[in-house]
């Protein structure tokens, strides 16, 4: 769904290299049967496991399980290179990223409330794609904290995350899904990036500095413009002496549209622990053209004061495809 009630609060996201057997990396036009049979097989074995078929989850319900998965730019290119999706991030964007940890070929995201159910079935898929020549190339476990009420959650920073987002499905049809070519209609573009966070260095700084390094309020994410949680942000709103409410090198104020020229994201971020330091964010965020991510992100990277405590550590882009059923398999209009 694409806007549940209440994201499910555990996830496992991996992301692999794809190899045809015997063969090289997937490269060109003439090579795409090899993915086609390949997503084909993995959309029949989501269907299964999320539909309860069989013990493989060790005799747990599927309950909310939920896969989605993605095809990066090798892959659709492979198709026509004029695709949306065919293009990964400009390389100066992802300069700081270990080339092992970049891109891919597939990303395959596994969400559920119980944690367990999302460890059997990345362990179950995971096996089955790696008996097809697909070698894992990066990938994180993450978490969202219990929400008391639908809407965003706290991150480990002690700030709401992911409020300005498209909300009316007017909004999704025009920032996040694609309304064509044909092969990827009702497709989005996924950006997938994980940034470890120097949490103890931004809780060292007082209430009133953290709340203008991301220019809301920390108590209920309201703007520092003023009004409730659910007000837009007032780039223009000044104090009585000229200053700007919301600081000109804030969170806030460098990744707004307004200020970007682009549109909005559809964020879905977990956070993570890999170990007291190594921990932080898995940016996910679904929208209709890749420019909305590039045009922000290279806005942050000019000058936004949250950026003093992130660093990028994996990344890429991906297709997602369409829904996908026994009668309309996973992939099918992509390599058709």
Known sequence: MDRPAQPQQYMALVVF????????????????????????GLGRRVLD?????????????????SVTVGVGPRLVAAVDGRLPGAAGLPEALDKAVPDLARQGDLMVQFCAADPQVVAHAERILTSWLGERSARPRWSQDGFRPPAREPGPVRNLLGFLDGVS???????????????????????TIAVVRRLRLDVAGFLAQDVTRQERVIGRRRSDAAPLSGGGPAAAVDLGAKTADGRYLVPLMSHARRAHPAATGSGLMLRRGYSFSNGPDDQGLLFIAFQRELRTYVETQRRLDDGDELSAFATATASGTFLVLPGFSAQRPLGSSLFA
């Open 17 to 40: 290299d794809l190899t045809p057997p015997g063969g090289a990396a997937v490269r060109g036009a003439g090579e795409v049967r090899f993915p086609a049979a390949l997503l084909s």
């Open 165 to 187: 987002i498209p909300r009316t499905e007017r909004d999704l049809a025009r920032e996040v899904w694609l309304a064509g070519p044909e092969r990827v209609r009702g497709a």
């Open 49 to 65: 496991l999320c539909g309860g078929a069989g013990a493989e989850l060790g005799g747990l319900p599927p309950g909310d399980l």
